[in-house]
């Protein structure tokens, strides 16, 4: 599953001028099949919080106008290990305009008292300062292009908590619940052999 990420990453970025709407939309359905399949192991609580936000994503105003993902998890500064990944990027291609919006996730632990409230703070501010940073070096690689970011933890939005009252909450002993409600679409399907924007 790495080598077919690795592939698109590189794919995603090949490309010397903007690809055209229909080709951001056959690589965004092939990026969430790819997202979809992936096996929960490590980062769990994050990860399950971008299959979360990719399947809600019409009814969450934050990114609704971002509708095709570009790339996931792909490494701006691969020296710096997790903290030189974009969590997720996703895309809006209209005209000649192309507008793309850099996503970092944390799930924050939901206890109470005085040193877990410092700690979730603390945490908010530091994928907040990521976030700024990545922006600015993803817009290095598209000087052209209309680059946004934005931070999402599982405490950030009215809407995404409403969503996670109504399917779960983002407890540990929910997760596999919530992680039930991610069917791949048949419709969506496309074949590893399958060339994403051919």
Same mark, same amino acid.
């Given at each position: 599953?790495?080598? &077919? @990420?690795?592939?698109?990453?590189?794919?995603?970025?090949?490309?010397?001028?903007?690809?055209?709407?229909?080709?951001?939309?056959?690589?965004?359905?092939?990026?969430?099949?790819?997202?979809?399949?992936?096996?929960?192991?490590?980062?769990?609580?994050?990860?399950?919080? &971008?299959?979360?936000?990719? %399947?809600?994503?019409?009814q969450?105003?934050? @990114?609704?106008?971002?509708?095709?993902?570009? +790339?996931?998890?792909?490494?701006?500064?691969?020296?710096?290990?997790?903290?030189?990944?974009?969590?997720?990027?996703?895309?809006?291609?209209?005209?000649?305009?192309?507008?793309?919006?850099?996503?970092?996730?944390?799930?924050?632990?939901?206890?109470?008292?005085?040193?877990s409230?410092?700690?979730?703070?603390?945490?908010?501010?530091?994928?907040?300062?990521?976030?700024? &940073?990545?922006?600015?070096?993803?817009? +290095?690689?598209?000087?052209? +292009? @209309?680059?946004?970011?934005?931070?999402?933890?599982?405490?950030?939005?009215?809407?995404?908590?409403?969503? %996670?009252?109504?399917?779960?909450?983002? +407890?540990?002993?929910?997760?596999?619940? &919530?992680y039930?409600?991610?069917?791949?679409?048949?419709?969506?399907?496309?074949?590893?052999?399958?060339?994403?924007?051919?």
């Amino acid at each position: 599953m790495s080598k &077919i @990420i690795e592939k698109f990453q590189q794919f995603s970025f090949s490309k010397e001028k903007f690809l055209k709407r229909s080709e951001y939309r056959k690589l965004d359905r092939r990026w969430r099949e790819i997202i979809y399949k992936i096996p929960i192991v490590d980062n769990i609580n994050e990860f399950i919080l &971008i299959k979360f936000l990719l %399947h809600f994503q019409t009814q969450i105003k934050q @990114i609704q106008k971002f509708p095709f993902v570009f +790339a996931y998890e792909f490494p701006i500064d691969p020296e710096m290990s997790n903290k030189g990944k974009l969590d997720l990027i996703l895309v809006n291609q209209d005209k000649n305009r192309v507008e793309y919006l850099i996503v970092e996730v944390k799930y924050l632990q939901n206890r109470t008292g005085p040193t877990s409230r410092e700690s979730r703070r603390r945490k908010r501010r530091k994928v907040e300062q990521q976030s700024s &940073i990545n922006r600015i070096k993803f817009q +290095a690689l598209f000087p052209k +292009a @209309i680059v946004n970011s934005i931070f999402i933890t599982n405490e950030s939005f009215s809407q995404v908590r409403n969503l %996670h009252q109504e399917y779960g909450d983002f +407890a540990e002993k929910e997760w596999q619940k &919530i992680y039930n409600i991610y069917p791949v679409l048949k419709d969506q399907r496309i074949s590893n052999e399958e060339n994403p924007i051919k």
